[in-house]
């Protein structure tokens, strides 16, 4: 999977928690992003970056925050969970951003909201 | 949980028929597509990819076409495989100054013995 680790995989939790998703690279790309896929959406964009401390948002970034201090890490907080945030959640690498290169999935993280 | 393959369309083959995918965009100015294949509990991986600059690009069992005129993409996978089950996604890069894929919503592709 290109080097691209999420954790956790698996995570339940109470409504407004707060959570963080993790996802981590042995790539030394530049570019990483955060999807949402959901049954009926398909893969929607929440965040990404494009370097250290660049973010930008996606199409669905309401109720979510990343952080990326360092080129191998970006995290994606929930700042206070809602059953609406259950989904199955996968970060992505681009090398050159996919203008020009392909992007590479992780394995996901499916996150329950109870 | 629900399946990502719930409420998709869905292509269903024999083992050994040539399969076609379709996928229609929307946005003229999009320069670059990506074929993504995905397994149940796995994340996207990648097939192949085209440029607006081309209009057919061929890989290992699989060719994928681009017609600008109609805004239309599809991917052929010769020979299908039980292995190719899986669902199959397109996605597209906007143009100039844009650093994000956007998706379809998929089909799913089953292959019978």
């Known amino acids: 999977d290109a080097g691209i680790t999420q954790s956790p995989r698996h995570k339940v939790t109470e409504t407004g928690t707060p959570v963080t998703l993790r996802c981590h690279q042995t790539e030394n790309h530049r570019y990483m992003y955060w999807y949402r896929q959901d049954p009926g959406h398909g893969l929607r964009l929440i965040h990404y970056s494009y370097g250290v401390k660049d973010t930008d948002k996606g199409e669905v970034s309401d109720g979510y925050s990343v952080s990326r201090s360092k080129t191998e890490d970006f995290l994606l907080t929930l700042e206070s969970a809602t059953s609406s945030q259950t989904s199955v959640y996968f970060c992505a690498i681009s090398e050159q951003g996919v203008q020009n290169t392909e992007a590479f999935f992780g394995q996901g993280t499916r996150l329950t909201v109870v | 949980g629900e399946s990502v393959g719930l409420h998709l369309p869905t292509l269903s083959v024999q083992e050994g028929d040539n399969s076609i995918i379709n996928c229609a965009y929307s946005?003229?100015?999009?320069?670059?597509f990506i074929w993504y294949k995905q397994e149940s509990g796995k994340g996207p991986q990648f097939i192949i990819d085209i440029r607006s600059n081309m209009d057919k690009r061929q890989g290992q069992r699989v060719t994928v076409l681009l017609n600008k005129t109609v805004k239309h993409l599809s991917l052929q996978i010769a020979a299908t495989q039980p292995g190719d089950s899986a669902v199959y996604f397109c996605?597209?890069?906007?143009?100039?100054?844009?650093?994000?894929?956007?998706f379809g919503k998929g089909t799913m592709l089953l292959v019978s013995p």
């Open positions: 946005n003229s100015a999009s320069d670059y």
């Open positions: 996605a597209e890069n906007r143009g100039r100054g844009y650093s994000t894929l956007t």
